[in-house]
């Protein structure tokens, strides 16, 4: 509030009033509400000697008055007010902290230098890669209605900022800042947490598109949805808190196995300067992976595939000689081996060749009565499928037989189509192939290159190795928060450029994501935060007055890591204003 002097064009007088400005959305400029009116200055001067001084000192009182926590607001209200159609007064205060978090990283400043210097684009692009993240936490929407929606948002509430077409075109040039963004990420978490990279936990998952013609990018390819759909795929790596370090976008039709080792050496170049090991699952244990890792003297922990292992190695699995039971029922044993490998290697004119290598190698198996239980029950599911499979071959397809084609004899998938059809004899159950399988139910096995001899004496016990690897699934769960809680998918966009952006847009929410969590402790899952910040939200009660309808334990806890006070039932926009500038300096 502040002293308003309005002279009066006929008489020449001054009144003085004491006046309430506010911006008006409809209109969209600043108006003002007389609260007092004082009087005629010639006529207060009969009671006052300076009015002005006076009732300066009035509404300065007022002021600070209104700035205390527990003072009384004045509403005024129309009775039967009509709501505007299309109007939704409704504004989100929680991603408060995904701001501070945005900051904290420099991305805007940034976003604001790359455009300068990089690029003839004269759109905000960190305005719009700002809108997009928080969109993609607390929206889960497309670009377009990110942009339709961005009045939800105070920081985004001047409708000309930018257009819809701003935000495609700058789509284009944050594919170009991808490895950049990552160094800037990688530098900022190492300096703010102290980030560790001694484990590197990599994993693949894809995305599907729903569209009938390939491209460069989206291409058909083994889909973890069990589609026939083209897709694409998304490596990541990880470090032992769970917070990602970098990633990759490729084309669906190429294979996951080729991209372990390229991501890992960039992270060590990059990154690390000291020895790094690579942790993943089955489908990196390849011979190139175990062999170059290996000979460029950086570790690995992969799973191993005990079905699909040699003769020797699955007699040692079911010998009972050397385990020992932990508990009564969890038995482990371990062993060094020299184990047999195949390596591509490369000639002077570049061709390639394969070769059968020697290498010494760690394995680890042990049994839980857990995993053997959990087997038998999720095989007595895929037999029964196998059963209707060997009734009506043609009934079924890949994606809807899969899990149980490899019980069945006399069968084969159409590559063309993807339906099953009857091939050679009648089809039946292959029992051969499921008491094979009932064998090993409940083995597992880990190997290694990292022994525990010599300098390393007790530093990698089998106790270790498997607590290692078993970190792998916060990988897991990230790609879960990624494809769930962030809703990476459907992914409304053509252009290969623009879809890149998108997985690059994906990753920062992720990052900003883990680290909100990493400030609250650790205690929340990615679902709640999420569902908590949507829910900090606010109505415009009146003129600069907004109301707040929600609290809970997690908002609580969000306001305490974040410095930012989430128990106020009303705020000014000012209040809210100060809130959003702090995000920006914390």
């Avoid at 609250?520 to 935060?529: E, F, Q, R, V």
Wanted: charged share 30%; hydrophobic share 35%; with cysteine.
């Amino acid at each position: 509030m502040y002293l308003k002097q309005t002279k009066n064009a006929k008489t020449g007088r001054i009144s003085l009033s004491m006046v309430y400005g506010y911006r008006d959305k409809e209109r969209g400029h600043s108006r003002s509400k007389t609260v007092q009116t004082f009087g005629y200055v010639d006529v207060l001067e009969k009671t006052y000697p300076d009015p002005i001084a006076y009732f300066t000192k009035v509404v300065e009182g007022h002021n600070a008055k209104a700035k205390q926590v527990e003072a009384e607001y004045t509403i005024i209200a129309k009775k039967g007010q009509q709501l505007t159609m299309g109007v939704c007064n409704r504004k989100n205060l929680g991603y408060a902290p995904i701001m501070q978090i945005f900051y904290e990283l420099g991305l805007d400043r940034f976003l604001q230098n790359r455009r300068i210097r990089d690029s003839k684009i004269e759109a905000p692009t960190n305005a719009i890669m700002k809108l997009l993240v928080v969109s993609q936490i607390l929206d889960h929407c497309s670009k377009k209605q990110a942009y339709e929606n961005r009045s939800r948002y105070f920081d985004f509430e001047k409708e000309d900022a930018f257009s819809l077409i701003d935000i495609y075109r700058s789509l284009s040039h944050f594919a170009t800042l991808e490895n950049d963004i990552q160094l800037l990420i990688h530098d900022r978490i190492s300096k703010q947490y102290g980030r560790q990279l001694e484990l590197i936990y990599y994993d693949v998952t894809n995305y599907f598109f729903e569209i009938d013609m390939e491209d460069d990018l989206r291409k058909k390819g083994v889909c973890k949805s069990h589609t026939s759909n083209p897709i694409v795929q998304f490596g990541m790596a990880m470090d032992s808190e769970g917070l990602p370090i970098s990633y990759e976008v490729f084309a669906g039709n190429e294979s996951e196995k080729l991209h372990l080792r390229p991501i890992v050496l960039e992270i060590k170049e990059k990154y690390v300067d000291s020895k790094v090991i690579a942790v993943a699952d089955s489908a990196q244990n390849t011979g190139n992976n175990i062999y170059y890792l290996d000979k460029g003297k950086q570790g690995y922990v992969f799973s191993q595939s005990i079905r699909g292992g040699s003769k020797d190695f699955k007699a040692y699995v079911v010998n009972e000689k050397g385990y020992v039971w932990q508990s009564e029922e969890y038995k482990r044993k371990s062993r060094i081996c020299r184990r047999e490998i195949q390596v591509d290697f490369k000639r002077s004119d570049g061709s390639t060749y394969k070769k059968k290598v020697l290498v010494d190698q760690r394995q680890i198996v042990f049994y839980s009565e857990k995993y053997a239980v959990r087997a038998r029950a999720k095989r007595e599911v895929a037999i029964l499928k196998a059963q209707k499979i060997a009734n009506t071959p043609s009934a079924y397809t890949r994606a809807t037989s899969y899990g149980a084609l490899k019980y069945v004899k006399n069968v084969q998938v159409y590559k063309q189509t993807g339906e099953v059809k009857q091939a050679g004899g009648t089809p039946l159950l292959d029992y051969d192939s499921i008491r094979e399988e009932e064998m090993y139910d409940g083995y597992y096995c880990i190997v290694t290159n990292l022994f525990n001899e010599g300098k390393d004496m007790n530093r990698f016990t089998d106790e270790k190795i498997i607590d290692i690897y078993r970190g792998l699934w916060r990988i897991e769960d990230s790609f879960r928060v990624t494809k769930s809680d962030l809703e990476t998918r459907p992914i409304r966009l053509s252009r290969e450029d623009r879809i890149k952006a998108h997985f690059l847009i994906c990753f920062i929410s992720l990052v900003i994501l883990r680290l909100i969590q990493k400030k609250t402790g650790d205690i929340y899952s990615a679902a709640c935060l999420i569902e908590t910040m949507k829910n900090i939200s606010c109505s415009n009660e009146t003129a600069n007055l907004f109301l707040f309808d929600f609290r809970n334990e997690v908002s609580d806890r969000l306001g305490k890591a974040f410095d930012i006070d989430f128990t106020r039932e009303r705020l000014t926009r000012a209040e809210i204003k100060n809130i959003l500038a702090d995000a920006k300096i914390s």
